[in-house]
């Protein structure tokens, strides 16, 4: 399964697989995680990586169209062509052997998150697109 295909990619590091988790267990595992990766090829905008960003994780994703509404490439994540089988590999190892880069881009992901998905701006930017309120 995945989790062999994962072992070449670093054979001394920690892969971890968590499959589904209840909500109450996601932001624990993100904060004791070094850095997120979404490997999905079709992807919408992503739930799980906003909440990578609000972690403060540096993110490896395909640059699907979802991952390019959340992701900018070089400052708070990394992206990989889609069909570009090695740059996943090659990112995730590079991003590993990096401390300085994962710092970088996880400060700027934490920013970028708390600016743009921040739920009290974004839950009263809806209201107003729907037009429930009115801008005062």
Same mark, same amino acid.
């Given at each position: ?54 972690? !403060? ?5 395909? &640059?699907? *169209?979802?991952?390019?509404?959340? %992701? ?5 994540? $990394? #992206? ?25 881009? !996880? ?5 970028? &998150?708390? *600016?743009?998905?921040?739920?009290? %701006? ?5 209201? $107003? #697109? ?7």
């Amino acid at each position: 399964g995945v989790q062999t295909c994962a072992l070449p990619i670093c054979s001394h590091c920690e892969i971890s697989f968590f499959g589904n988790l209840d909500n109450s267990q996601v932001v624990s595992k993100l904060n004791n995680s070094k850095i997120y990766v979404l490997n999905s090829q079709f992807e919408a905008t992503s739930y799980s990586l906003i909440e990578a960003k609000m972690c !403060g994780l540096p993110i490896v994703a395909r &640059a699907s *169209a979802g991952s390019k509404l959340v %992701i900018t490439h070089g400052t708070d994540g $990394l #992206l990989c062509e889609i069909d570009d089988e090695n740059c996943l590999q090659d990112t995730i190892i590079a991003l590993l052997e990096n401390l300085d880069l994962q710092r970088s881009l !996880g400060t700027h992901a934490r920013i970028d &998150a708390l *600016a743009r998905f921040n739920q009290s %701006i974004n839950f009263n930017q809806i209201l $107003l #697109l729907t037009g429930m309120v009115k801008n005062v």
